[in-house]
């Protein structure tokens, strides 16, 4: 992850997981995870010696022909131009749309947007909606805050799995018809 996106899902208020973006809670040292690190034998793809798993970070740090491994691969891995490299919307970090805060996930959009500009009247294009492909990036929402409180108070990933292609009205009958069948 990169620091900015890491920072936010780590956020003292609610920390959550970077993939899931479940909540943290606090948890205990794995003890038996450490002694098996302390005990398993591994051994460096550069230099081929033999060592703890718990000793090679250090040794990989001061281990120039892991580096050297290292190096080969990224090299190998670049060489090669990406194909089918279209230009995909970002729908998964938002910038806020009053200030210059960038990065937020939906449910962070919506908290910082609470938090720090609910009395703000000034009218501005939902990130959130602009990304989508039935979104108008060009539309101004009359009251912002509103239109994100109930538009967005979750993310439509949570609970479906999203066909970007579809209109926002055939998405909306696909969860519909779905809870149905779950009943």
Not at 9 to 36: F, I, Y
Not at 70 to 96: Q, S
Request: charged share 25%; aromatic share 8%; with cysteine.
């Amino acid at each position: 992850f990169c620091t900015p996106c890491l920072q936010e899902c780590l956020k003292p208020k609610k920390p959550v997981c970077g993939v899931c973006r479940s909540t943290l809670s606090p948890g205990s040292r794995a003890l038996d995870l450490e002694k098996q690190i302390e005990m398993t034998e591994t051994t460096c793809n550069g230099c081929n010696k033999k060592m703890y798993l718990s000793k090679m970070r250090s040794h990989a740090a001061a281990c120039s022909k892991y580096q050297n491994y290292i190096m080969e691969g990224v090299k190998a891995v670049t060489k090669e131009p990406l194909h089918n490299t279209r230009n995909f919307p970002n729908r998964f970090t938002f910038p806020c749309p009053y200030c210059s805060e960038k990065n937020f996930d939906q449910e962070g959009l919506v908290e910082h947007c609470k938090t720090l500009h609910s009395m703000d009247a000034k009218q501005v294009v939902c990130p959130i909606c602009a990304a989508m492909p039935w979104g108008d990036p060009n539309y101004r929402s009359a009251n912002f805050m509103e239109h994100l409180q109930r538009r967005h108070r979750f993310s439509y990933d949570t609970f479906v799995v999203c066909d970007y292609d579809a209109d926002e009205d055939d998405m909306m009958a696909q969860v519909l018809m779905r809870s149905l069948r779950d009943k």
